[in-house]
């Protein structure tokens, strides 16, 4: 079983909608989760970042994680065609240098 | 703002030259990271570092070395390069437990 699961997509939603990205897990030492947003051709950027389970609200972005379940979602909403990427979900434990990313989900919004 | 900065965008190359990627960031962090990206196998880490002149293999070594001589530099090094090395590569810096890190804007990397 992979640490990290990502359905790759493509994700393809009419501009206004609402995106729903997720993330499962099989590590319970994951703590800090994190989304990275990635254009073609680029690197990835920072999007999100979570401490342990809960909401985190970032203008039309909100990421939540579920320690339960293990399972992290992103949600971006009035979704605009700039909004076009590879999304990335990142997780990692206390003192662990490493990050285990899922493999990414690519979104097209449609104007 | 945290600043990565990786020394080429697109780089081509022939199969058997030795090939340095250079990756610089501005923040004093104490971990650096060496990742190729290919379609379908997402990122894959190469080597890190947590400190000077220290360094650890991630998943995929092989074919590849890494230098870290000063704490805001860190090279990754293509012994002979070849075509199977042809990708994009990433470099990223974090500090702090979180492991929060962050990227350069990516060399990519034709062995020709």
């Known amino acids: 079983q992979k640490e990290v699961e990502q359905d790759p997509g493509p994700l393809s939603v009419p501009e206004g909608a609402i995106v729903s990205l997720n993330c499962t897990y099989s590590n319970s030492a994951f703590q800090y989760f994190m989304w990275y947003r990635q254009y073609s051709r680029k690197g990835p950027e920072l999007l999100m970042y979570t401490y342990s389970s809960g909401n985190k609200e970032d203008g039309r972005f909100t990421a939540q994680v579920d320690k339960s379940s293990k399972y992290i979602s992103l949600f971006i909403r009035d979704s605009q065609p700039s909004d076009s990427a590879t999304y990335l979900c990142a997780m990692s434990a206390r003192g662990n240098n490493r990050l285990a990313f899922g493999k990414g989900n690519q979104v097209v919004v449609i104007p | 703002d945290v600043k990565v900065t990786q020394s080429s965008r697109y780089l081509v190359k022939r199969t058997g030259e030795k090939v340095f990627l250079e990756c610089v960031q501005d923040m004093d962090h104490e971990n650096m990271f060496w990742y190729r990206q290919d379609p379908g196998l997402g990122l894959r880490l190469i080597y890190f570092?947590?400190?000077?002149?220290?360094?650890e293999k991630g998943d995929i070594p092989e074919g590849y070395s890494v230098s870290r001589e000063k704490k805001e530099r860190f090279s990754l090094i293509l012994e002979s390069a070849s075509t199977n090395q042809t990708s994009m590569y990433l470099c990223a810096s974090s500090l702090g437990q979180e492991n929060i890190q962050y990227f350069g804007a990516g060399t990519r990397l034709s062995v020709l």
């Open positions: 570092s947590y400190d000077v002149k220290m360094k």
